[in-house]
């Protein structure tokens, strides 16, 4: 039976979403990648022209299942609650202990890769302020906050930040004692709050 393009890209992107969960990055090849999606190089650069294309499209895929958009039904829900569903981040099983594994991984190969991690970035932190960020403008639209001096994207990057914490700290520490997703969730919701109050018009 004939596959079509979209479906071996998307048996490739599984395969690199097994192999990330196996091996360390640097470990994960064109020929890994080709191995374990039961294709060869040759097919495999039909679809992706480079590692850094292919590694690029598979953070972009991951991203989109760690930071997702509110659904259309929770567009009514209060800003307060529709920032909770944007800042509660859904780790796949597979990943939840690995973020910052990748990180580190990331950030090594950014000199020769750059692409992997403006992908890694955009896709990741990014996706989260751009959809915190439009969340904001339309509660700017209705005079419920005020973002003071900041642009909504500035004080979307704030908030993130309030709520993941120091990466910076993390990366170059063992990353301190596991913190339990109740322990995240409380964090989430404090910096919500005092968020929100310093945005609150008077």
């Known amino acids: 039976m004939q ?30 990648i080709a191995r374990r999606a039961g294709m060869s190089k040759r097919t495999l650069y039909t679809l ?21 958009p509110l659904d259309e039904g929770d ?9 909770r ?13 690995a973020p910052l594994e990748l990180m580190r991984a990331v950030i090594a190969e950014a000199p020769v890769y ?6 890694f970035d955009a896709n990741g932190r990014g996706a ?3 959809y915190i960020s439009a969340e904001l403008d339309a509660a700017l639209a209705e005079g419920e906050v005020t973002c003071h001096d900041m642009t909504p994207d500035e004080a979307a990057e704030l908030l993130v930040d309030m709520v993941m ?14 913190v339990s997703p109740e ?3 409380v964090r989430r919701d404090r910096s919500i709050s005092i968020f929100l109050d310093g945005l609150r018009p008077r």
Not at 114 to 119: K, L, T
Not at 165 to 178: C, P
């Open 128 to 130: 989260l302020i751009r």
């Open 48 to 68: 992706f022209s480079s590692r850094e294309e292919l590694l690029g499209a598979a953070f972009a895929r991951i991203g989109g299942t760690i930071f997702r």
């Open 183 to 185: 322990q995240k969730a």
């Open 85 to 97: 569903r944007l800042l509660t981040v859904n780790f796949t099983p597979e990943f939840e202990h």
């Open 3 to 32: 596959i079509d393009q979209s479906t071996r890209q998307d048996m490739v992107l599984d395969a690199v979403r097994e192999l990330l969960c196996q091996c360390r990055l640097e470990d994960v090849s064109m020929a890994a």
């Open 114 to 119: 750059p692409g992997i991690a403006r992908e």
């Open 165 to 178: 914490g120091n990466a910076l700290h993390a990366l170059m520490t063992s990353g301190g004692e596991h």
């Open 75 to 83: 567009r009514a829900l209060p800003l307060p609650d529709r920032l």
